[in-house]
């Protein structure tokens, strides 16, 4: 019978596992921070609407929505395009530009 023996890890192979678990940890670190100041920024504008329609500003409202429509979601639509697939991009940005439009008509109409 023949014994099979393991190959010992390298203190080399060890420093390599230790780097990708490190940039593993850093890349979630890095992944969660972004996760939550996308939340705040959301849950700040979604306050700030609250608030105006409470009020019954309507205009006002639709102003935050006109700029934040293109600016916003139009910026996170392009880094969506460079990430991957430009389909998630485009998903993204197209709904922004919509909502936007639609804002931008009740100003127009109010006005």
Known sequence: MESTKLDPISP???DDSLK???T?????????????????????TGI???????????????TI????GII??????????RAGPRGPGIFHAIPGA???ALAAGVIYLDS
């Open 24 to 44: 593993l940890k850093h890349q979630r670190d890095l992944t969660m921070s972004y996760i939550s100041l996308m939340s705040v920024r959301q849950l700040g």
């Open 65 to 68: 929505l006109a700029v934040i």
């Open 72 to 81: 916003v979601a139009g910026t996170d639509g392009i880094y969506l395009a």
């Open 20 to 22: 990708d678990a490190a």
């Open 12 to 14: 080399q192979d060890n």
């Open 48 to 62: 700030i609407l609250l608030i105006f329609a409470y009020q019954c500003k309507w205009t006002e409202a639709a």
């Open 98 to 100: 919509l909502i936007s």
